[in-house]
């Protein structure tokens, strides 16, 4: 199971930080990816993290989104800065036991429930 947090209204030019806390499986094996969907729009892949650590990021949100993990916590970080209007959308965690960063969102095998994410002035 995976549950996402930390979403809300901000105002562009902000920052806030999404957490995915996972549970019910070997979480420090799984790669967790972040994706996002706005209305009207296909889902997104904006950021992965393998279980060694690497990277990577949709170019859309690449040095303005950071993710991080802690193993010891079965947690997964979203630290998004200067955001913008456009970054508006429905963000989810996912996980996938491939090990490897992968944005496509058809590798992925478990998924949260989605915390909505507005930037608005």
């Known amino acids: 199971q995976l549950v996402e947090s930390g979403g809300g209204v901000v105002q562009p030019g902000g920052s806030m930080r999404l957490v995915c806390g996972a549970s019910?499986?070997?979480?420090?094996?799984?790669?967790i990816g972040w994706f996002r969907q706005a209305p009207g729009k296909e889902r997104e892949g904006i950021a992965t993290?393998?279980?060694?650590?690497?990277?990577d990021y949709a170019r859309s949100v690449r040095d303005r989104f950071t993710i991080s993990r802690d193993n010891t916590k079965n947690t997964v970080y979203l630290q998004m800065n200067n955001l913008e209007p456009e970054d508006t959308a429905v963000y989810y965690c996912?996980?996938?036991?491939?090990?490897?960063?992968?944005?496509?969102?058809?590798?992925?095998?478990?998924w949260g429930q989605g915390t909505q994410v507005t930037c608005s002035s």
């Open positions: 996912a996980a996938d036991l491939s090990m490897i960063a992968t944005l496509f969102d058809y590798e992925y095998e478990i």
């Open positions: 019910g499986f070997n979480f420090e094996y799984y790669t």
């Open positions: 993290i393998a279980p060694n650590g690497y990277s």
